[in-house]
């Protein structure tokens, strides 16, 4: 059973909160997400990680509305980002700097100052470049900054290609070769205390053979650091864990079996383990809640019409990517077959193609499946289409925390030419 079928328990209703009685206080579409979902699954992993020196460092990609953010706050879990926006997300919903690594592949110079000064407890370091540029600024500003390699273990996590991120052709990390040097040369690095290993070999992972031949080679590399007495204070073995996102198919892995691959693969560490769990934590717990604007019928297949379209929820239209819907009807209704569609001008507008659904009518609304991660955060104005509202639920209540974005919202950085200047 999937998170959001578990806190499911009346048609509509997600974590004691009726959606259609929501539906009528918010302008659709909206995400909802499920308070009590998120701390089930956070608690879950922390309770299978018991006995180890393990720090959760959520991936705030996945979602970094700061409501979401100062939940995880509140359960002790930290934060993996890869921007100064995430940065002052993370912080501004309470999550403190010792907590936060840095990850990414483009850490600009203001990005790393601006780290350094805040406080980040570790940069995830993924070239000779980023390596350099660390060290110049943490010696202009008279400190010492922690780092772990990221290294890219070549390992293919059978994922889909746009999320893979372990293989040698991908831009991530840097193979095994080149990170021993770094480690051999770390003299030359005053300012930079590299004390670390990182790899993170994709997302929505559903097999356990990938993780467990990338931690083979994380620890064999560890192994031979420590025999040529390098200190390795953290290994960080990333996320990945896939979630459900079509019940019946998907099938995710338990978490305890996920954790023992761990426990496994670094037998006789003593150091700490991050972990940077994203979708795992949330998708499931969040849905999009949309209105079906009208039924075409086409030459060829009937179209749903959402007022949700492809700005509001990408995945589908980037990756292809399946989400299970389900309309809220109070009565049942014959199946029917649609092609579901936003208002978007663009064929690619499509969240799903010849998906059998309990029949619709202009109005009615539908519930679009696991969209609490990757949904919101990579939301975009395309079409002039404001920014849809996020509420989080919790034991019955609910309480918005981003607004549906105003038309002005929408235009405030912009202006009409005022004055020119030469280039």
């Known amino acids: 059973m999937t998170i959001y079928q ?24 909206f995400y909802a997400y499920s308070a009590s979902a998120i701390r089930n699954r956070v608690t ?80 995830n370091l993924e070239s000779a470049d980023e390596l350099a540029l660390l060290q110049a600024v943490a010696r202009r500003q008279g400190v010492i900054a922690r780092a772990a390699v990221r290294v890219n273990p070549d390992v293919d996590a059978r994922t889909h290609a746009k999320i893979s991120t372990g293989k040698a052709e991908n831009k991530f990390g840097v193979g095994f ?56 204070e953290s290994i960080d073995v990333g996320g990945g864990l896939g979630v459900c996102y079509r019940a019946g198919t998907d099938r995710p892995l338990a978490v305890a079996d996920y954790v023992a691959a761990i426990r496994r693969g670094l037998e006789g560490y003593r150091g700490r383990i991050v972990l940077e769990p994203g979708r795992h934590l949330v998708a499931e717990a969040g849905v999009l809640v949309t209105r079906v604007i009208r039924v075409k019928h086409g030459q060829e297949r009937d179209f749903l019409v959402l007022d949700a379209a492809m700005n509001d929820l990408m995945r589908p239209a980037l990756y292809d990517a399946w989400h299970d819907m389900h309309p809220l009807h109070a009565e049942p209704r ?48 395309y079409n002039s289409r404001p ?33 020119w200047h030469a280039a």
């Open 177 to 232: 070769d080149e990170a021993r040097i770094w480690f051999d040369d770390a003299a030359r690095y005053p300012n930079v205390r590299l004390d670390g290993l990182h790899a993170h070999i994709g997302s929505q992972i559903l097999e356990l053979a990938p993780f467990e031949e990338a931690l083979g080679r994380l620890a064999t590399f560890w192994r031979e650091l420590r025999d040529d007495g390098h200190i390795i």
């Open 44 to 123: 879950q992993l922390q309770q299978a990680l018991k006995g180890l020196d393990a720090r959760l460092c959520f991936a705030v990609k996945a979602n970094s509305n700061i409501g979401v953010l100062n939940l995880m706050a509140g359960l002790g879990v930290g934060a993996d980002i890869v921007s100064l926006g995430e940065l002052r997300r993370a912080q501004r919903a309470g999550i403190a700097a010792s907590r936060i690594v840095f990850s990414g592949v483009g850490k600009t110079e203001e990005e790393i100052a601006a780290a350094l000064v805040a406080g980040v407890w570790r940069f």
């Open 334 to 381: 014959p199946l029917q077959r649609y092609d579901v569609v936003g208002p978007v001008c663009e064929t690619g507008d499509t969240f799903a193609r010849d998906r059998q659904l309990p029949r619709c009518e202009a109005g009615d609304l539908l519930l679009i499946a696991g969209a609490g991660a990757y949904g919101a955060s990579m939301g975009s104005n």
């Open 387 to 419: 920014l849809p509202a996020e509420v989080l639920l919790d034991g019955g209540r609910y309480a918005v925390v981003r607004r549906r974005q105003s038309f002005e919202q929408m235009l405030a950085g912009e202006q009409l030419p005022q004055a």
């Open 6 to 29: 578990s806190f499911l328990p009346a048609a509509g209703t997600l974590d004691g909160v009726d959606l259609p009685t929501l539906a009528a206080h918010l302008p659709t579409p």
